[in-house]
């Protein structure tokens, strides 16, 4: 995985391209935006990581340009402005996603994983969590060697938990992504195919947690 | 510039309003001179009215002493008077206007009628059959009546031998003075029931040509102490307009000023972020890499000490964000508070899980929109800080439960835990900026300021109740939208 890191700090640039590296990226620095634009466009990352205050071409401008000529290539944003414009303007320009300074290694770490498994064109593949493995293209999932039949409706809400992992499914969210689903035509409740899920995953190491008025989200056991 | 007669009018005491109310300095002003034209007017008529007064009584007494004079007529050597008794009571009858009556012939010699008469101004040659007029007293030393007197000089005797006879007739001054006295209560009384209609025409124009100027005070009372908006006055005169122009361009440049320093401070603590990053950055990396545990606390404190710094300027940009300068009423706009508060909850569902504490929603699946007017990314932000704090001081193994409702015309958002709670004298304490309860934890003594600051500016409040048995509960209440 091929990451461009466009930060003109230099200790900041330092760190995190060193902590990229351990997590397992490949990372080219540039350190204004005409390096970072004549970098963008020549080789190819996978994914860019741009400050917006850089030198020579701000990186708002490096963003617009290089959204224009790779439509596709998932960008993420980190600034120091975090004003409700300076966001807008930076989505508007086509970033994908959006990080204020300072911020934990881990959460830039966990959004460059998902905007990569996002933007896959193809649905990516086999995500691994615990002992359980989704293949998307496939349409299989597994605990260790034992495949899991799942219905439609249980896929899909199982595509959705794993998706965001760790964060909040509402109980909205679940229902919109069954809404294009007609194969049940007595689909019972959410509860019922929680329910149905938590058996079926068992044994995963993985644990589907009821939040209290809010909806669902899957985790780790510990 | 004052021009060197303007600072000497200054100087005048009561010339100029000082600290005295506009209205009192125009009232006195308008008044004082129509009074003393009143006292003028009411000495002049008085005047006029005793002129008239004694031209009247003069005529009468003339009539009266040529009358008299007929009566006395001279017979050789001496006078005969055809003065019947009747005449004389009728002359002396009315005691309230007493006339007396005396007739002489100088030097000295008295003839008939009353011997107190006072005399006549000595003149050297008097006219004959002119009547001379003159003001005195008669009567008892104790009780003395002033009196007009007619005095009337003839000749009688025979040719080459002249004599000189002296009629005088007085007349109490009582009636006269009665008379100018009628006269002038007759002006005065309508004068005055003209100066009162005055005094209150003037009364109502001076506090309708003040009006403008209370409206003002109004506009400027009202407003909220970090409200720079320029005052808008309709239809005001000229005078008002001019001052209020110059209170609004005092109001712009405070406000250039005020919102320079925010942005000083805006953009330092921008400033801030890159290398509070850096540092944070380095710091992680550093934990990761080190395997001997000392160093390895050593430089979580670090870290501890960057997230602390990082938070701070984070809240000081959300405090310059929720203070009115900042944002205008653009971007206001309708939203369903409980879809925002379930949001934000959720968002704080991982944080909360991993601090160990349950975090939950109170609401039914399909309850109705409580829908508020204003800005959703502030009140976003003060719902964060609310959770935020519940989640930094409940402790681990604790259960928050946030909760929003409709209640008559508020929408009402709690937070609830069953922490530790806080002690009454912090509640209020702690929504001060930089006010903490505890020393605990990393915040930063703003999380509350925020809030209330955010929610001061939807015209709602925000306050800290006790839960039982223990615990917290944090209370936002908002005007709600139609």
């Known amino acids: 995985m091929k990451l461009l890191l466009a930060e003109d700090d230099a200790i900041l640039a330092d760190a995190l391209s060193a902590s990229l590296r351990k997590a397992g990226f490949e990372v080219e620095v540039a350190a204004n935006g005409a390096v970072a634009e004549y970098l963008l466009l020549r080789q190819n990352f996978d994914l860019g990581v741009l400050d917006l205050g850089l030198p020579l071409v701000d990186g708002l401008t490096v963003l617009k340009r290089v959204r224009a000529a790779r439509p596709t290539m998932p960008m993420m944003v980190l600034t120091a402005l975090d004003g409700l414009d300076d966001r807008v303007a930076g989505l508007n320009a086509g970033a994908d ?7 934990d290694f881990p959460e830039l770490e966990a ?7 996002r933007t896959r064109i193809g649905g990516g593949p086999v995500q691994q969590m615990g002992r359980l493995s989704f293949d998307r293209d496939a349409r299989r999932a597994a605990i260790g060697s034992d495949v899991v039949e799942l219905s439609p409706r249980e896929w899909m809400l199982l595509d959705r938990l794993l998706a965001q992992r760790d964060k909040v499914v509402t109980k909205d969210q679940i229902a919109e992504s069954w809404a294009v ?14 329910h149905r899920l938590r058996r079926k995953l068992d044994g995963s190491g993985l644990a589907i947690r009821t939040v209290r008025g809010l909806g669902y989200l899957l985790e780790s056991e510990t | 510039m004052l021009s060197p007669f303007k600072r000497a009018l200054r100087r005048v005491p009561g010339l100029t309003p000082g600290t005295r109310s506009l209205h009192r300095h125009l009232l006195l002003w308008l008044l004082l001179p129509q009074l003393v034209l009143w006292l003028a007017a009411a000495f002049v008529t008085y005047n006029v009215a005793e002129r008239h007064a004694n031209k009247a009584i003069d005529a009468s007494l003339t009539t009266a002493t040529r009358a008299l004079a007929r009566q006395v007529k001279p017979i050789g050597n001496g006078l005969f008077i055809d003065f019947p008794r009747a005449a004389q009571d009728i002359i002396e009858a009315d005691p309230d206007d007493r006339v007396y009556y005396m007739v002489s012939t100088p030097p000295g010699q008295f ?50 031998r002249p004599q000189r006879m002296l009629v005088q007739i007085a007349r109490s001054r009582a009636s006269r003075e009665q008379l100018a006295g009628q006269i002038l209560i007759d002006t005065a009384l309508p004068l005055s029931a003209l100066m009162v209609l005055m005094s209150m025409i003037v009364w109502a124009g001076i506090r309708a040509g003040l009006a403008p100027l209370s409206r003002m005070r109004a506009l400027v009372e009202d407003r909220a102490p970090n409200d720079l908006a320029p005052i808008e006055l309709e239809a005001a005169p000229q005078e008002v307009r001019a001052l209020a122009k110059a209170i609004n361009s005092l109001l712009a440049e405070v406000q250039e000023s005020v919102s320079s320093q925010k942005r000083f401070i805006s953009d330092a603590a921008h400033q801030l972020r890159t290398p509070l990053a850096g540092l944070k950055s380095q710091t992680e990396l550093a934990l990761n890499e080190t395997s001997d545990p000392a160093l390895k606390t050593r430089l979580q404190r670090v870290n501890e000490s960057a997230t602390r710094s990082a938070h701070l300027v984070n809240q000081l940009l959300t405090l310059a964000r929720a203070e009115p300068e900042s944002a205008t009423e653009q971007g206001r706009a309708r939203f369903d508070l409980r879809k925002l508060a379930a949001e934000v909850s959720a968002e704080m569902v991982p944080r909360a899980r991993s601090a160990g504490i349950d975090l939950g929603f109170d609401g039914d699946d399909d ?27 409940a402790g681990r193994g604790s ?31 702690v929504l001060q900026r930089f006010v903490r309860a505890t020393h605990e934890g990393n915040g930063c003594g703003l999380g509350l300021a925020i809030v209330k600051e955010i929610v001061g500016r939807h015209a709602g409040a925000v306050m800290l109740e006790a839960t039982q048995p223990r615990g917290l509960r944090a209370v936002i209440r908002l005007p709600r939208a139609a």
């Open chain 1, 111 to 117: 959004r460059i994983r998902a905007l990569l498994r």
């Open chain 2, 367 to 393: 309850a109705s929109a409580v829908t508020v007017m204003g800005h959703a990314f502030l009140l976003r932000e003060a719902l964060i800080n609310l959770i935020d704090n519940a989640l930094r001081y």
């Open chain 2, 111 to 160: 003839i008939l009628g009353n011997k107190q008469l006072p005399a006549p101004p000595p003149i050297a040659n008097p006219k004959l059959g002119e009547p001379y007029f003159y003001d005195g007293t008669m009567g008892e030393r104790a009780k003395p009546i002033s009196v007009r007197v007619a005095a009337l000089y003839l000749s009688y005797g025979e040719e080459g």
């Open chain 1, 181 to 194: 689903d007609r194969s049940e035509s007595n689909p019972g409740s959410i509860e019922v195919y929680i």
């Open chain 1, 97 to 103: 996603d959006y990080l204020t300074k300072p911020f």
């Open chain 2, 399 to 429: 259960v928050v439960t946030v909760r929003v409702a409709p209640k008559d015309a508020q929408a009402i958002v709690e937070v609830e835990d069953n922490g530790p709670g806080l002690a009454e004298a912090d509640r209020e304490r």
